[in-house]
């Protein structure tokens, strides 16, 4: 498809949902409208929706809490872009997935109530195990000990399947992010085939800009190999891997933050002509998810709408440059 000046819709985040160090807790939920009717005022009718799974106790009811904001959402004539969950994929292979895949569908059917069209996961984290690369390493190298990476692996594909005709049903569709090489098996040349395998319309990929620059990679690289299974975004911006990790091997020694800044987009390193084109040429038409706050030193709709025509900058130039 040829490139165009054609904008994409926009999403930002709402956060409805806090974490003390011990549970999830829920934020009232007028704070969550005034955000949403700041988002409107800004011409921003889509919306990122975070933290509610089965992986962390929560001081509220999540079924009751996603439905109430689901319905604030539709009140205002808006909705979730994607939900971005928390989800065990897979336990020892040979044992019941029962636990995994219940919890998966669990996290569908809160998407499914916050009237949003994707839940986003990461991938490989084992049922009782954190979401840290570290430790998802340590349980993958021991299972395969144990059993083999293929049963590994296949053990995970059926549980995306199992998750993905559940999803279908509920009018949901589940994306693995690229995490790269913060995370075993989630870089490109892994996470393709677990998409593969799970064999489900209903199961593809989030493309996260900001993991796979830190980690090297130019995120334009990954629009192209995810293609038509490409269902949801987070963009944001930071300066690229720094050398002394450059050479790096397998998971890069350091806290994330340190190099994942998630900055709005412009104040990295990241080529976004590249990224839009990369984009247009794939036929990718679905909304991008600013995973940002707008734009750093201004105060509400101020900061939202200097980033928003900042990107709208970008489109225009990406359009330009391909003429």
Request: glycine fraction near 8%.
């Amino acid at each position: 498809m040829e490139d165009s000046a054609e904008h994409y819709t926009l999403s930002y985040p709402v956060w409805s949902v806090t974490w003390d160090g011990r549970r999830i807790c829920g934020r009232p939920l007028e704070e969550s409208c005034r955000q949403l009717d700041e988002l409107a005022a800004c011409g921003i009718y889509e919306v990122m929706l975070s933290g509610y799974h089965c992986e962390e106790e929560a001081d509220f009811d999540m079924d009751a809490e996603t439905v109430k904001l689901g319905a604030a959402l539709r009140e205002r004539g808006m909705k979730g872009a994607q939900h971005h969950s928390l989800v065990s994929m897979w336990t020892t292979p040979g044992e019941s997935q029962a636990e995994v895949i219940r919890r998966m569908k669990k996290c569908v059917d809160y998407t499914a109530n916050l009237n949003a069209d994707v839940v986003v996961f990461h991938a490989m984290k084992f049922l009782g195990g954190t979401d840290m690369g570290e430790d998802i390493r340590r349980r993958l190298e021991d299972a395969v000990a144990r059993t083999s990476e293929a049963a590994v692996r296949e053990t995970i594909q059926e549980n995306l399947h199992a998750a993905g005709q559940y999803a279908r049903e509920r009018g949901v569709l589940i994306a693995l992010e690229n995490l790269d090489r913060f995370t075993p098996w989630c870089d490109m040349a892994n996470l393709p085939e677990l998409v593969r395998g799970a064999d489900s319309e209903a199961v593809g990929f989030c493309l996260d800009t900001g993991h796979a620059w830190c980690c090297g990679r130019d995120p334009a690289e990954w629009v192209p190999v995810m293609g038509d299974k490409l269902f949801t975004t987070h963009v944001h911006d930071n300066h690229g891997l720094p050398a002394k990790f450059a050479g790096s091997g397998g998971l890069i020694d350091v806290v994330n933050e340190h190099l994942d800044e998630h900055l709005s987009p412009g104040l990295g390193t990241i080529s976004w002509r590249d990224f839009i084109r990369a984009l247009r040429k794939s036929g990718y038409r679905r909304t991008l998810n600013f995973e940002t706050n707008g734009w750093p030193g201004l105060e509400g709709r101020d900061a939202y709408r200097f980033a928003i025509q900042f990107w709208r900058t970008c489109e225009c130039l990406a359009a330009e440059h391909a003429n």
